[in-house]
C-alpha cells in the first residue's frame, strides 16, 4: 500500500509545500530526538552531530517563507535544549572559548553559523569573553550566507539569541564586555546586511512572479523591523546617539536601497518605534530622507504619518509645545508637505496630499500654539495651492477628506475666525458646488450646536455674506434666524 | 614478523627507555584500522631494551642476536621492494644459547632522522626495530617493531606572504581571493575573504577544498595523484557584486602532513587550498592555490 511517490505528481503546490514541510519536520524531530538523548548521557560529540544534521534541514530552497518559518521555529524550539547543555557544561568548568572553536569545525555553512550563534550566546552570557567581540565576530561571519530566505532567518536567530546580551548602559555586559556604542555597531550591522538580503528578494526570479514575491516580501518584513525594535529599546540610545549615528546610518540604507516596499515599511517602522521626542529634533534629517524616496513612495504619507504622531504627542503632553516651537516643527512639516505636492505629478488622484493637509492641520489644532490662526491661514494657503493642479481628480473620498480638513478647525476656535481666513474660500471652491452647499449647511449646523452666540453685526453680516457666496442657487433653503 | 618454524618461537619484547613515552596512533595498513605507536622525534635518542625469552622448557640456539633501525620507502607500485635510506645495526648477544629469558639494552643515538613516517597513497616511508635472532640450518627469527616519527621545525617561517589573487571568467565572475599567509603550520586556521567584483553567474555556494597532491618516481617516471581531504563550504547563495565573505578554515580537524619535498629524492607532498564556486547548472568554476605546511608540535 506505500504507493507514496505515485500520488506527488498530482499534488498541488499547496499540498506540495505542505508534505516538504511536513517530511522536513519529520526529519528535525528525528534528529532531536537523537539529539536530546546524547545530551542527557553528556555526550557533547553526539549532541553536536545531531544537532548539525536537525539544523541542515533549514538548508531547504523547496519551502515558501511561510512554511520556512514554520521550520525554523521548529528548529528554534530544540536548540533551546542544545543551550542549555552548552550552559550546564560551562558551569561545570568547561571551556565555552573551545566549544566556539569546535563549532565552527561543521563542513557544513548554515548549521555552523547557527551553532556558532547558540553557543556565541552563551559565551556573552557566561562571560567568558567579551561581549563586544563576540557580537562583531558573528555578525561578520554570518554574511556566509548570500541566500536572501536563508540568511534572513539566520540572522533573525542572531537578533533574537543575542537581544538579552548586549552591552547596553546598565547592563551586566558594560563594561569589559563593551558599551552601548557596540551594541549600537551590531544591531546596524545585522539591520543592514537584513536589509540587503530582503532587497534582494525583490529581483530573484521570473517577472511574472512578482506579485507573490511581493507578498512574501511583507510577510518577512517584520524580521528586518526587529533590528530597529531592539535599537529602540536601548536605555544608552539616547538623543545624541540616535541623532549622530542612529538614525543617518539607517536613513541611508534606506535611501540607497531604492526600493519600494523596504522604504514604505521601515520609515513607518522608524517613526513609530523611536520616541516623538528625538523626531522632533530630527525633522530635517527625516524630511530629507522622504524627498529621496523611490517615486511610487509616497513621501507624504510618511509625513502624515509622522505629523499624527506628533500630534498626538503634542495632545498627551503639555510640555511638548515648547519643545516644538524651539524646533520649528510646524514650518519644517509645512515646507516639507510642500516639497511632497511638488512631487506630486498633475491630474493624479490627490488623496494623499489632502491626508498630508489634513494632518497638519491637526497638528495646528492639537498644538493650540500661539498664531494659531495665523498657521490655519498658511495651512489653507499651501492645501489651495498644492491642489490646485488637482481640482478635477478628485474622487469621492478625496472630498471626504478635504470636507473633513475644512471641518476640523470648526471645533476648536471660533467659528467666525476660521471662515474669515483669507485661503478658506479658495479650499472650499476646491469643492464641487453640491458638496459646497453640504458644507455651507454643515457650518450653519456647527454653528447651532455649539450655541454659539454672534453678537457682532460685522460678523453676522460676515456670516451671511460666506453662506451666500455657497449657495448660488437661489431657491436653496435660507439660512434660519440667528438671534441676537 | 614472528616465522613460526620447527616448534614454537621464542617471544622477542621491547620496553623503551625514559619516562613516558610518547605515542601517537595513526591509521593502520588496512582501511578503518588504526594503531598506537611510539612517537620520536627528529634526532632523539631511540633506545631501551630487547627481552628475550626461549619458549618454555626449550633452549634456545642461535647464531646471533642483533637489532637494527630501518629508515624505509616502499613505491606501492614497486611492492615488498624497500629503500632503505636508514640502516642501522647493534650486535646484541654473540652466538650462544639462550635457557631463559634475557635483557638487552639497545641505543641508537644522534641518528638523524630526518623524513617523517608517511603513509600515503602511492608511497609509504617507515622506520621500524628489527630484532633478528640468527640461526644455523633454520629460518631466523624476525621481530619488527613500527616507530613513528616526527619532525618539528626550529623556526617558524620568517616570511609568511599573504596570498592575494583577482580572478575570473571575462564578463562572467570576477573575484579577489585573500589568505592573510601562505605557510602554515597544522593546527592553523587559513583566515581570509573572498570579494566578489562582477557576478554574472547564478551561484549555488562555495567551497574550500584541501586537496593533496603526491607525486612519486622522477623525471620520465614521475607519477601523481591527488586526493580530496576536505571540503569545507564558505558561502550559501549568491552574492552580489561588492559582498564579500570572510574565510575561516581550521585545519586541525583534518588528516595533514607537512609538505614534504623531495623526500629521498623518491616522492613529493604539496598540498593546496582549492577555492570551488558552483552554479545553480552546476558548473564548477575554480581556482587552486599552493600552501606550505610545517609542523609547530608534536
Same mark, same amino acid.
Not at chain 1, 521626542?277 to 509625513?303: R, W
Not at chain 2, 616507530?147 to 562572467?172: A, F, H, T, Y
Not at chain 2, 601523481?224 to 563550504?233: G, H, L, P, Q, V
Given at each position: 500500500m506505500a504507493q507514496a511517490s505515485g500520488i506527488d505528481a498530482n499534488l498541488t503546490p499547496a499540498e506540495e509545500q505542505e508534505k516538504w514541510l511536513r517530511d522536513a519536520t519529520s526529519s528535525v524531530k528525528q534528529s532531536a530526538f537523537h539529539m536530546k538523548r546524547a545530551i542527557d548521557e553528556g555526550n557533547l560529540k553526539d549532541a553536536l552531530k545531531h544537532s548539525a544534521a536537525m539544523l541542515s534541514e533549514l538548508r531547504t530552497s523547496q519551502l515558501s517563507p511561510q512554511k520556512y518559518y514554520a521550520l525554523y521555529m521548529k528548529a528554534c524550539d530544540e536548540m533551546r535544549y542544545l543551550e542549555n547543555f552548552f550552559r550546564d557544561l560551562a558551569s561545570q568548568g568547561r571551556s565555552i572559548a573551545e566549544l566556539y572553536e569546535l563549532v565552527q569545525h561543521a563542513g557544513n555553512i548554515l548549521p555552523r553559523l547557527y551553532l556558532l550563534i547558540t553557543v556565541g550566546a552563551v559565551f556573552i552570557q557566561t562571560k567568558e569573553a567579551p561581549a563586544k567581540d563576540v557580537l562583531k565576530d558573528v555578525v561578520e561571519m554570518t554574511r556566509g550566507v548570500q541566500h536572501p530566505l536563508r540568511g534572513l532567518f539566520l540572522r533573525a536567530y542572531l537578533a533574537q539569541m543575542t537581544k538579552d546580551r548586549l552591552p547596553d548602559k546598565g547592563s551586566v555586559y558594560e563594561g569589559e564586555g563593551g558599551n552601548v556604542k557596540d551594541a549600537v555597531d551590531f544591531l546596524l550591522h545585522n539591520f543592514t546586511e537584513m536589509n540587503k538580503l530582503w532587497v534582494r528578494m525583490q529581483h530573484q526570479g521570473p517577472q511574472r512572479l512578482k506579485d507573490k514575491r511581493e507578498k512574501e516580501r511583507n510577510e518577512l518584513r517584520d524580521l528586518v523591523g526587529k533590528n530597529l525594535l531592539v535599537l529602540s529599546q536601548l536605555e544608552g540610545v539616547d538623543l545624541e546617539l540616535y541623532q549622530k549615528t542612529v538614525l543617518p546610518w539607517v536613513l541611508e540604507q534606506v535611501v540607497n536601497c531604492k526600493d519600494e516596499i523596504a522604504q514604505t515599511y521601515l520609515m513607518d517602522a522608524i517613526v513609530q518605534v523611536f520616541p516623538d521626542e528625538f523626531h522632533l529634533h530630527t525633522l530635517d534629517a527625516m524630511i530629507s530622507a522622504c524627498m529621496q524616496l523611490q517615486p511610487t513612495v509616497k513621501a507624504g504619507t510618511v509625513l502624515t504619518l509622522l505629523m499624527n504622531r506628533l500630534a498626538r504627542h503634542a495632545s498627551d503632553e503639555p510640555t511638548a509645545g515648547p519643545l516644538i516651537e524651539e524646533v520649528k516643527a510646524f514650518e519644517k512639516l509645512s515646507d516639507g508637505a510642500q516639497k511632497c505636492a511638488a512631487l506630486q505629478p498633475a491630474g493624479t488622484c490627490p488623496l494623499d496630499l489632502v491626508l498630508l493637509y489634513q494632518a497638519l492641520m491637526k497638528f495646528v489644532v492639537e498644538l493650540k500654539m500661539k498664531d494659531s490662526l495665523e498657521r490655519l491661514d498658511q495651512v489653507l494657503e499651501r492645501c489651495a495651492d498644492a491642489l490646485a493642479n488637482h481640482k478635477d481628480s478628485m474622487t469621492t473620498k478625496s472630498t471626504k477628506e478635504l470636507v473633513a480638513l475644512l471641518s476640523s478647525p470648526l471645533s476648536q476656535y471660533d467659528v467666525c475666525d476660521v471662515l474669515s481666513l483669507k485661503h478658506y474660500p479658495r479650499v472650499m471652491d476646491l469643492l464641487a458646488d453640491d458638496v459646497r452647499k453640504e458644507m455651507a449647511v454643515t457650518i450653519v449646523k456647527t454653528i447651532l450646536k455649539s450655541g454659539t452666540v454672534i453678537g457682532d453685526v460685522a460678523q453676522v453680516e460676515m456670516l451671511f455674506e460666506f453662506i451666500a457666496k455657497l449657495i448660488k442657487d437661489p431657491e436653496g433653503a435660507p439660512p434660519p434666524e440667528v438671534d441676537e | 614478523m614472528n616465522f613460526l618454524g620447527f616448534g614454537p618461537s621464542p617471544t622477542i619484547e621491547i620496553d623503551y627507555s625514559g619516562p613516558e613515552r610518547r605515542t601517537v596512533s595513526v591509521r593502520g595498513d588496512s582501511p578503518g584500522q588504526t594503531e598506537t605507536l611510539p612517537l620520536f622525534s627528529g634526532t632523539e635518542t631511540i633506545s631501551g631494551q630487547v627481552r628475550v625469552t626461549p619458549p618454555p622448557g626449550k633452549k634456545l640456539e642461535h647464531m646471533g642476536v642483533k637489532i637494527e633501525l630501518l629508515g624505509q620507502i616502499e613505491l606501492f607500485f614497486e611492492r615488498g621492494n624497500f629503500y632503505d635510506f636508514i640502516s642501522l645495526v647493534r650486535e646484541l648477544e654473540p652466538p650462544g644459547e639462550l635457557t631463559t629469558s634475557k635483557v638487552h639494552p639497545f641505543e641508537f643515538s644522534r641518528v638523524e632522522m630526518q623524513h617523517e613516517s608517511y603513509n600515503g597513497i602511492n608511497v609509504r616511508l617507515r622506520y621500524v626495530l628489527r630484532v633478528t635472532i640468527t640461526r644455523n640450518y633454520a629460518a631466523n627469527f624476525v621481530k619488527d617493531f613500527k616507530l613513528w616519527v616526527r619532525n618539528l621545525v626550529d623556526v617558524p617561517p620568517q616570511i609568511n606572504n599573504s596570498i592575494k589573487m583577482e580572478v575570473g571568467i571575462e564578463d562572467c565572475l570576477h573575484i579577489e581571493f585573500e589568505y592573510q599567509k601562505s605557510k602554515y603550520h597544522l593546527k592553523d586556521v587559513v583566515v581570509g575573504k573572498i570579494f566578489f567584483l562582477l557576478v554574472r553567474i547564478k551561484i549555488k555556494h562555495m567551497e574550500i577544498e584541501i586537496r593533496r597532491k603526491e607525486s612519486t618516481g622522477t623525471g620520465a617516471n614521475m607519477y601523481n595523484e591527488s586526493d580530496t581531504i576536505a571540503k *569545507?563550504?564558505?558561502? !550559501?547563495?549568491?552574492? +552580489? &557584486?561588492?559582498?564579500?565573505?570572510? +574565510? #575561516?578554515?581550521? /585545519?586541525?580537524?583534518? !588528516?595533514? $602532513?607537512? $609538505?614534504? &619535498?623531495?623526500?629521498?629524492?623518491?616522492?613529493?607532498?604539496?598540498? *593546496? /587550498?582549492?577555492?570551488? /564556486? +558552483? !552554479? @545553480? @547548472? @552546476? &558548473? #564548477? *568554476?575554480?581556482? =587552486? =592555490? @599552493?600552501?606550505h605546511l610545517f609542523r609547530h608540535d608534536l
Amino acid at each position: 500500500m506505500a504507493q507514496a511517490s505515485g500520488i506527488d505528481a498530482n499534488l498541488t503546490p499547496a499540498e506540495e509545500q505542505e508534505k516538504w514541510l511536513r517530511d522536513a519536520t519529520s526529519s528535525v524531530k528525528q534528529s532531536a530526538f537523537h539529539m536530546k538523548r546524547a545530551i542527557d548521557e553528556g555526550n557533547l560529540k553526539d549532541a553536536l552531530k545531531h544537532s548539525a544534521a536537525m539544523l541542515s534541514e533549514l538548508r531547504t530552497s523547496q519551502l515558501s517563507p511561510q512554511k520556512y518559518y514554520a521550520l525554523y521555529m521548529k528548529a528554534c524550539d530544540e536548540m533551546r535544549y542544545l543551550e542549555n547543555f552548552f550552559r550546564d557544561l560551562a558551569s561545570q568548568g568547561r571551556s565555552i572559548a573551545e566549544l566556539y572553536e569546535l563549532v565552527q569545525h561543521a563542513g557544513n555553512i548554515l548549521p555552523r553559523l547557527y551553532l556558532l550563534i547558540t553557543v556565541g550566546a552563551v559565551f556573552i552570557q557566561t562571560k567568558e569573553a567579551p561581549a563586544k567581540d563576540v557580537l562583531k565576530d558573528v555578525v561578520e561571519m554570518t554574511r556566509g550566507v548570500q541566500h536572501p530566505l536563508r540568511g534572513l532567518f539566520l540572522r533573525a536567530y542572531l537578533a533574537q539569541m543575542t537581544k538579552d546580551r548586549l552591552p547596553d548602559k546598565g547592563s551586566v555586559y558594560e563594561g569589559e564586555g563593551g558599551n552601548v556604542k557596540d551594541a549600537v555597531d551590531f544591531l546596524l550591522h545585522n539591520f543592514t546586511e537584513m536589509n540587503k538580503l530582503w532587497v534582494r528578494m525583490q529581483h530573484q526570479g521570473p517577472q511574472r512572479l512578482k506579485d507573490k514575491r511581493e507578498k512574501e516580501r511583507n510577510e518577512l518584513r517584520d524580521l528586518v523591523g526587529k533590528n530597529l525594535l531592539v535599537l529602540s529599546q536601548l536605555e544608552g540610545v539616547d538623543l545624541e546617539l540616535y541623532q549622530k549615528t542612529v538614525l543617518p546610518w539607517v536613513l541611508e540604507q534606506v535611501v540607497n536601497c531604492k526600493d519600494e516596499i523596504a522604504q514604505t515599511y521601515l520609515m513607518d517602522a522608524i517613526v513609530q518605534v523611536f520616541p516623538d521626542e528625538f523626531h522632533l529634533h530630527t525633522l530635517d534629517a527625516m524630511i530629507s530622507a522622504c524627498m529621496q524616496l523611490q517615486p511610487t513612495v509616497k513621501a507624504g504619507t510618511v509625513l502624515t504619518l509622522l505629523m499624527n504622531r506628533l500630534a498626538r504627542h503634542a495632545s498627551d503632553e503639555p510640555t511638548a509645545g515648547p519643545l516644538i516651537e524651539e524646533v520649528k516643527a510646524f514650518e519644517k512639516l509645512s515646507d516639507g508637505a510642500q516639497k511632497c505636492a511638488a512631487l506630486q505629478p498633475a491630474g493624479t488622484c490627490p488623496l494623499d496630499l489632502v491626508l498630508l493637509y489634513q494632518a497638519l492641520m491637526k497638528f495646528v489644532v492639537e498644538l493650540k500654539m500661539k498664531d494659531s490662526l495665523e498657521r490655519l491661514d498658511q495651512v489653507l494657503e499651501r492645501c489651495a495651492d498644492a491642489l490646485a493642479n488637482h481640482k478635477d481628480s478628485m474622487t469621492t473620498k478625496s472630498t471626504k477628506e478635504l470636507v473633513a480638513l475644512l471641518s476640523s478647525p470648526l471645533s476648536q476656535y471660533d467659528v467666525c475666525d476660521v471662515l474669515s481666513l483669507k485661503h478658506y474660500p479658495r479650499v472650499m471652491d476646491l469643492l464641487a458646488d453640491d458638496v459646497r452647499k453640504e458644507m455651507a449647511v454643515t457650518i450653519v449646523k456647527t454653528i447651532l450646536k455649539s450655541g454659539t452666540v454672534i453678537g457682532d453685526v460685522a460678523q453676522v453680516e460676515m456670516l451671511f455674506e460666506f453662506i451666500a457666496k455657497l449657495i448660488k442657487d437661489p431657491e436653496g433653503a435660507p439660512p434660519p434666524e440667528v438671534d441676537e | 614478523m614472528n616465522f613460526l618454524g620447527f616448534g614454537p618461537s621464542p617471544t622477542i619484547e621491547i620496553d623503551y627507555s625514559g619516562p613516558e613515552r610518547r605515542t601517537v596512533s595513526v591509521r593502520g595498513d588496512s582501511p578503518g584500522q588504526t594503531e598506537t605507536l611510539p612517537l620520536f622525534s627528529g634526532t632523539e635518542t631511540i633506545s631501551g631494551q630487547v627481552r628475550v625469552t626461549p619458549p618454555p622448557g626449550k633452549k634456545l640456539e642461535h647464531m646471533g642476536v642483533k637489532i637494527e633501525l630501518l629508515g624505509q620507502i616502499e613505491l606501492f607500485f614497486e611492492r615488498g621492494n624497500f629503500y632503505d635510506f636508514i640502516s642501522l645495526v647493534r650486535e646484541l648477544e654473540p652466538p650462544g644459547e639462550l635457557t631463559t629469558s634475557k635483557v638487552h639494552p639497545f641505543e641508537f643515538s644522534r641518528v638523524e632522522m630526518q623524513h617523517e613516517s608517511y603513509n600515503g597513497i602511492n608511497v609509504r616511508l617507515r622506520y621500524v626495530l628489527r630484532v633478528t635472532i640468527t640461526r644455523n640450518y633454520a629460518a631466523n627469527f624476525v621481530k619488527d617493531f613500527k616507530l613513528w616519527v616526527r619532525n618539528l621545525v626550529d623556526v617558524p617561517p620568517q616570511i609568511n606572504n599573504s596570498i592575494k589573487m583577482e580572478v575570473g571568467i571575462e564578463d562572467c565572475l570576477h573575484i579577489e581571493f585573500e589568505y592573510q599567509k601562505s605557510k602554515y603550520h597544522l593546527k592553523d586556521v587559513v583566515v581570509g575573504k573572498i570579494f566578489f567584483l562582477l557576478v554574472r553567474i547564478k551561484i549555488k555556494h562555495m567551497e574550500i577544498e584541501i586537496r593533496r597532491k603526491e607525486s612519486t618516481g622522477t623525471g620520465a617516471n614521475m607519477y601523481n595523484e591527488s586526493d580530496t581531504i576536505a571540503k *569545507y563550504e564558505i558561502m !550559501d547563495g549568491a552574492p +552580489v &557584486r561588492g559582498e564579500s565573505v570572510p +574565510v #575561516r578554515l581550521m /585545519l586541525s580537524p583534518y !588528516d595533514l $602532513t607537512p $609538505t614534504y &619535498r623531495n623526500v629521498a629524492n623518491k616522492f613529493n607532498v604539496k598540498y *593546496y /587550498l582549492n577555492l570551488v /564556486l +558552483v !552554479d @545553480e @547548472e @552546476e &558548473r #564548477r *568554476y575554480f581556482k =587552486q =592555490q @599552493e600552501i606550505h605546511l610545517f609542523r609547530h608540535d608534536l
